[in-house]
């Protein structure tokens, strides 16, 4: 069976990360969270995957290549073009993305899904294609009923009686709000979805077709269903997501490495003398990290790969990604440390670099700094505008 994966979106909104990963290679604890759809459409017989792809698509083809080692095979389409040797992305919205495929040569002759790349879900996908397909739908939405106070943070799909789409609301205040059920960018379509997507022009699937397939009164519904399902669009919600993988309130993402303590996990070669450090679980070291004596690890938290934690350093509730060294007496609470950005959990970032504190957080591929440790109120600095 086939499917399609979104991926050529910029991901504004997860940035700094996105400045050079794109969003289906985002890592949830080392794993690109577009692996775990992969393997998600080969549990259910999805082994044909179309992507298309536009910003850093050099990353995503570079990784999964023909899908081979994942069990299904993958193309790629690609949406831009070449300016002075340099691939310029230029998505098509992802209806246009679906055309695009289409018209290059049929490729979607059956029912088919389409999945956003930047989520994590544990869905029965055999379970929603049998409703669809007993509807008699030409497109369906899987839906899930989130708590009334959380719907603002979503968009909104208003059904009748029987399921039917009759109206979409976005992210409406709690008292507007006519439905509790909201789009997961989960859609099944039968292949007659193309004659209601024009050629060559950017067009969007949720603020295009879907509106567009109400309009003409198609047979388009929403499927509500109970799963696990969690979005990582904001950074906000990375940061939920990693934490939540670490106190284990996401079920179907298992955390790497050695548990050499309880709730206590590491990659290979980790250098740390355990008597003196403190840490306090859950949390997760990348292989070939150091972390020097006096240095205070609070979880849940996680620390890439390659990294280096320097004496007196503390990282409370924080995400660092590899080759992060934090220098001494540094103190990271709430935090997600990339590269040069550090940004708090409500996605606010100061670039290090232009603010002079660089000198804070290094690369650890850099010789490190022959310096003193630094004044207290640089520190506390950190702290307050990171």
């Not at 979106?9 to 604890?29: A, C, N, Q, S």
């Not at 044909?48 to 389409?77: K, P, T």
């Not at 956003?116 to 739908?137: F, N, P, R, S, Y």
Request: aromatic share 10%.
């Amino acid at each position: 069976m086939k499917a399609m994966i979104l991926a050529a979106g910029k991901g504004t909104r997860v940035r700094p990360i996105t400045y050079t990963i794109p969003k289906p290679l985002i890592p949830i604890l080392q794993k690109p969270v577009m692996e775990f759809l992969l393997e998600l459409l080969r549990q259910h017989g999805f082994d044909r995957v179309m992507v298309n792809v536009s910003h850093l698509a050099n990353e995503i083809e570079s990784y999964f290549r023909d899908g081979q080692r994942f069990g299904v095979h993958i193309g790629y389409s690609f949406e831009g073009r070449i300016v002075d040797g340099q691939l310029m992305g230029e998505a098509l919205g992802s209806a246009g993305g679906l055309r695009k495929i289409q018209d290059f040569n049929p490729f979607f002759d059956d029912t088919f899904i389409v999945l956003c790349g930047d989520a994590l879900i544990d869905l029965d996908l055999t379970a929603a294609v049998k409703w669809h397909k007993e509807k008699g739908a030409i497109a369906t939405i899987v839906t899930k009923d989130v708590p009334k106070d959380q719907v603002p943070s979503y968009g909104v799909v208003v059904t009748d009686e029987s399921d039917r789409i009759q109206a979409f609301q976005e992210k409406p205040t709690v008292e507007e709000a006519l439905s509790t059920k909201i789009n997961t960018g989960i859609y099944i379509f039968e292949p007659e979805i193309m004659d209601y997507i024009p050629r060559g022009q950017e067009y969007d699937i949720g603020g295009d077709l879907f509106p567009k397939l109400v309009e003409m009164n198609a047979p388009f519904y929403a499927v509500s269903m109970d799963f696990e399902w969690v979005d990582i669009g904001k950074v906000p919600d990375y940061w939920h997501a990693i934490r939540g993988v670490l106190t284990g309130e996401i079920k179907n993402v298992s955390i790497p490495g050695t548990e050499v303590a309880p709730g206590i996990y590491t990659g290979l070669n980790v250098a740390v003398n355990w008597d003196k450090v403190e840490v306090q679980g859950p949390v997760y070291i990348g292989g070939m990290t150091r972390i020097e004596d006096g240095a205070k690890i609070i979880g849940p938290a996680m620390i890439g790969p390659n990294c280096w934690v320097c004496s007196d350093a503390t990282v409370d509730n924080s995400v660092i990604f590899e080759y992060s060294r934090l220098g001494h007496g540094v103190r990271l609470v709430d935090k997600l440390v990339f590269g040069r950005y550090c940004v708090d959990k409500s996605g606010a970032s100061i670039d290090l670099q232009a603010a002079a504190l660089d000198w804070l957080i290094t690369d650890t591929r850099q010789s490190p700094l022959q310096s003193d440790p630094p004044e207290r109120g640089v520190i506390d600095e950190l702290r307050s505008t990171g």
